[in-house]
């Protein structure tokens, strides 16, 4: 565990004596600028600044790694959006190369996970025309009626707000209504790179960065509690991602409404741009590691290990990160046609626990809000299989 004395050492070390001072801030608990997060990833190596996250994560959560039992249902992958970055939607036009769920298709998911202790469902998926907010509602009563302890975390702002356009009801009315049929939090999807830059040039046509951040908002105003993504890695500068921690950096000072941040990685396959190179695992750490000393006020940063990859997801552990998600289930299509390192993402909790214990951490069952249901420490991985196998 990273210690004061030894954090003290590694900074007075350090030969550039601005990537020092910015050392210096971390130590002291000081705000970063905009201008030290450039620095960071211009300047700084991946062993500096992979200490100095490493110390932040362990003072704020020690060895404890986060996970939960979840499993995701994705209603459609059809699209009225063209995201350049995207392999998993299908224009509408093209709607028969794509699926569709009726409610009886997506209540038999749910219901299939009855008797498991799963705590959570994540529904996203792309934004179908016919999909209206009403088929939504009746959905997520359904979902309550059947399973009214199960965590509803549903929909990205970008789904959200052609929703509510459709609807011609406002964010805040229309997170209401959909709050009061049985949705509880809301995922970090459609965030992407937040400047217009940048924005235009991969996802033109879809809610914009004012827009997305409006919803969340409106969503910490009643209560309810969400997530936010950064895509990273493909035609954006280093102060397009500064940018972008930024503008979420000061709507969690003021709402304090965001329960973790997660950075996705682009993966290239089978979309408008299998030009771009994705980026390395020396760059991927980094990433993680600047975003945990720049989201000073952000509680948790997630690495989404279907994305990564297994042994890239273990070895965030060292450079910031302090979740992996969860055990997620194969159903979740939107990372493996993209090229993921994952082809069908799922983890049985033993398989979850043993990966975090491998890179020498303390796992721990949480449920979506950060309620710690189980603490795995000192349970016997060996022994979990056995029980899973002979019960």
């Known amino acids: 565990m990273a210690t004061k004395k030894s954090i003290e050492e590694i900074i007075s070390s350090e030969n550039d004596k601005s990537l020092q001072q910015i050392g210096e801030k971390v130590f002291n608990k000081k705000r970063l600028n905009e201008e030290d997060g450039v620095m960071l990833f211009e300047r700084a ?10 110390y932040v994560r362990e003072s704020l ?38 699926w569709e769920l009726s409610a009886e298709q997506m209540m038999h998911i749910i219901k299939s996970y009855d008797g498991k202790p799963v705590t959570e469902v994540h529904i996203v998926g792309g934004v179908h025309p016919k999909l209206n907010m009403q088929f939504f509602i009746d959905v997520m009563k359904q979902i309550k009626a059947h399973r009214p302890d199960l965590h509803i975390k549903g929909y990205t702002a970008v789904e959200l707000d052609y929703m509510f356009r459709k609807a011609k009801v ?45 919803i969340h908002e409106a969503a910490h105003k009643l209560g309810m509690h969400s997530n936010a993504t950064m895509l990273y890695g493909h035609i954006e500068k280093y102060w397009h991602r500064v940018d972008h921690m930024e503008r979420l950096r000061k709507l969690q000072d003021k709402t304090h409404g965001f329960n973790t941040f ?83 993402p799922s983890l049985t909790t033993s398989q979850l626990v043993s990966l975090i214990k491998q890179a020498k951490r303390e796992p721990v069952e949480r449920d979506t809000l950060y309620n710690v249901i189980k603490n795995y420490k000192d349970i016997d991985v060996m022994e979990m299989e056995k029980n899973v196998l002979y019960n």
């Open 45 to 54: 190596s991946l062993p500096y600044v992979g200490a100095l996250a490493n």
């Open 61 to 98: 959560h020690g060895d404890k790694t986060y996970f939960n039992r979840n499993f995701h249902i994705e209603p459609t992958n059809v699209c009225v959006f063209s995201c350049a970055f995207c392999a998993y939607s299908r224009l509408y036009a093209n709607r028969e190369e794509g």
């Open 170 to 214: 406002s964010a805040e009315e229309g997170l209401k209504i959909l709050q009061e049929a049985g949705l509880n939090s809301l995922p970090g999807g459609g965030a992407e790179i937040f400047h217009p830059e940048i924005r235009e040039q991969i996802c033109a046509d879809k809610v914009n960065a004012d827009g997305w951040l409006q």
């Open 262 to 344: 997660i950075p996705l990685k682009f993966r290239n396959k089978d979309n408008d741009m299998s030009h771009v190179k994705e980026s390395t695992v020396i760059e991927d750490m980094k990433l993680y590691a600047v975003a945990r000393l720049y989201m000073d006020n952000f509680p948790h940063l997630k690495a989404y290990w279907p994305m990564l990859g297994r042994q890239s997801a273990q070895l965030t552990l060292s450079f910031g990160v302090n979740d992996l998600d969860g055990t997620i289930d194969d159903s979740t299509k939107i990372y493996s046609m993209a090229g993921s390192e994952e082809q069908h």
